[in-house]
């Protein structure tokens, strides 16, 4: 039996595949809301609770299952050592709920958020659909969160290990509260960053969302150079990341990247979800028998990937080989996350991809990237980043 076969006391991905992942063959059936909300309650009761005898040897059960262990796949960039590539991306812990055992699901780092300074009840529901034939899914969350001084106390509650102790790394990723105008939007950002950064090892600015009205004007040069000046004056400013939009033109995208080279950004982190369609403007939701053309909201998952390959390939480009980029939209298999990686990012991050496929995608990926490793001679994840190295089968 391979090693990614998932055989440790849960069945991690025996279990998944099982039970959840017919509900995730289809469209109807249960909310794709309240299913997050019942996996993210147990795991952050486990997370919570990661250190008793009990709940520690389930815990490590599931690390047996799920992580790869291979000194050629770590990474130091912007001061944080990454055990592996592979992250989870923000947007599915919101309020930090898990952070102290993402490791455990063979995650090298993982992003909690977006957190705004007020906690805010988001959009109106439904909000979260999937589209499973697509592997794809719309959301228009619309930044629900508790706001970071919850956030703050959920993470001093599980103890974590202090930045750069930790068995993988964890990103915080903040964002505009609601009732904030854009001209007061730099001290938002910054009272919340201001809170968290003695508990972040990086921190992420998001100007990218769709569901947040006016948010996607901070990507403007000037605006996000106002925001980026702000935070940087803060007396501790963990590394500094910047997450902007598929949505784009070339224009703009090159701006962001003269821009991270001046301001000194520890990096770029392409993308975020897509208010373009991608081909599936007539694409139904049976929740609402509306189509996505006629719906609010951000598209992600495959659709969004090849977009996501041409803005990593654009920001590499203008920005040069120095600055770390974070591929994100679309990976679901080792394939299309070497594709991001040998187009220029160093880090990739599963969400959408995680949902559908289970937890067996994080080793099955791992398990991708050491074998064209071994393929192509490469001593080092890092020798593959930008090279341009096809997948060889």
């Known amino acids: 039996m391979s090693p990614s076969s998932s055989v440790g006391p849960l069945g991690s991905g025996a279990f998944y595949q099982r039970w959840l992942g017919p509900l995730l063959a289809r469209d109807e059936g249960l909310d794709a809301e309240q299913l997050s909300q019942v996996a993210l309650t147990a795991l952050g009761q486990a997370s919570l609770r990661r250190r008793w005898p009990g709940v520690s040897s389930v815990l490590d059960g599931v690390a047996a299952d799920l992580q790869r262990r291979?000194?050629?796949?770590?990474?130091?960039?912007?001061?944080?050592?990454?055990?592996?590539?592979?992250?989870l991306a923000a947007g599915f812990d919101k309020n930090g709920v898990a952070a102290g055992i993402w490791d455990r699901f063979g995650f090298g780092f993982a992003e909690v958020g977006t957190v705004t300074w007020y906690g805010q009840p988001g959009n109106p529901k439904p909000r979260l659909f999937r589209l499973a034939e697509e592997q794809a899914a719309l959301n228009r969350m619309g930044f629900n969160n508790d706001g970071a001084q919850a956030l703050l106390k959920t993470l001093d509650r599980q103890r974590l290990e202090p930045p750069g102790q930790r068995p993988a790394v964890l990103g915080i990723n903040v964002g505009k509260s609601k009732v904030t105008s854009i001209e007061q939007a730099p001290d938002d950002y910054a009272a919340s960053l201001e809170l968290l950064a003695p508990m972040a090892d990086y921190a992420v600015i998001n100007v990218s969302s769709p569901n947040t009205p006016g948010l996607r004007d901070l990507q403007d040069s000037v605006q996000l150079r106002r925001l980026v000046e702000r935070l940087r004056r803060l007396a501790a400013c963990p590394p500094l990341l910047v997450k902007i939009a598929p949505d784009l033109d070339d224009e703009s995208i090159d701006a962001i990247a003269r821009l991270a080279y001046e301001e000194g950004l520890a990096g770029v982190i392409a993308v975020n979800t897509s208010l373009d369609r991608l081909g599936l403007a007539q694409r139904r939701l049976v929740q609402t028998?509306?189509?996505?053309?006629?719906?609010?909201?951000?598209?992600?998952?495959?659709?969004?990937?090849?977009?996501?390959?041409?803005?990593?390939?654009?920001?590499?480009?203008?920005?040069?080989?120095?600055?770390?980029?974070?591929?994100?939209?679309?990976?679901?298999?080792?394939?299309?996350?070497?594709?991001?990686?040998?187009?220029?990012?160093?880090?990739?991050?599963?969400?959408?991809?995680?949902?559908f496929q289970g937890p067996d995608l994080v080793p099955r990926i791992l398990e991708g990237l050491e074998g064209q490793l071994d393929r192509h001679g490469l001593r080092s994840i890092r020798e593959a980043v930008g090279s341009g190295l096809p997948w060889q089968a």
């Open 289 to 355: 028998g509306r189509t996505l053309a006629e719906e609010a909201g951000g598209l992600s998952g495959v659709p969004l990937r090849g977009r996501a390959i041409e803005v990593i390939r654009r920001l590499r480009a203008g920005a040069g080989p120095a600055l770390p980029l974070v591929g994100v939209g679309g990976i679901d298999s080792p394939e299309s996350a070497w594709e991001r990686i040998v187009a220029g990012a160093s880090l990739v991050q599963l969400y959408t991809g995680w949902i």
């Open 70 to 87: 291979d000194l050629r796949l770590e990474q130091v960039l912007f001061g944080c050592r990454f055990p592996n590539p592979v992250g």
